[in-house]
């Protein structure tokens, strides 16, 4: 799952969370910028929109689930930037 804010483009003045099904590599892109097929999560997790997203890879935040604590509702730890690794 990755949040995305401004960091990530202007058209998300409102973040939202997707779980990413697939990068879409053979569509053109400035250099830093990738697109996205994605489902947007709800508050509670569930999918609510299939979406093609185009991000700049630098603003993209992983969001990673943390432990559940008994009795609790899932938790979710600090967001953190993405490491990314160029393929040559």
Request: glycine share 6%.
């Amino acid at each position: 799952m990755i949040r995305l804010t401004t960091a990530a483009s202007v058209q998300f003045m409102k973040p939202i969370v997707v779980r990413v099904i697939r990068e879409l590599p053979n569509r053109h892109t400035y250099d830093g910028w990738l697109w996205l097929d994605a489902y947007e999560l709800g508050k509670k997790g569930e999918a609510v929109a299939r979406r093609e997203l185009f991000v700049m890879r630098a603003g993209v935040q992983v969001q990673v689930q943390a432990p559940r604590s008994s009795g609790d509702a899932r938790s979710l730890a600090p967001i953190r930037p993405v490491k990314t690794v160029e393929v040559v």
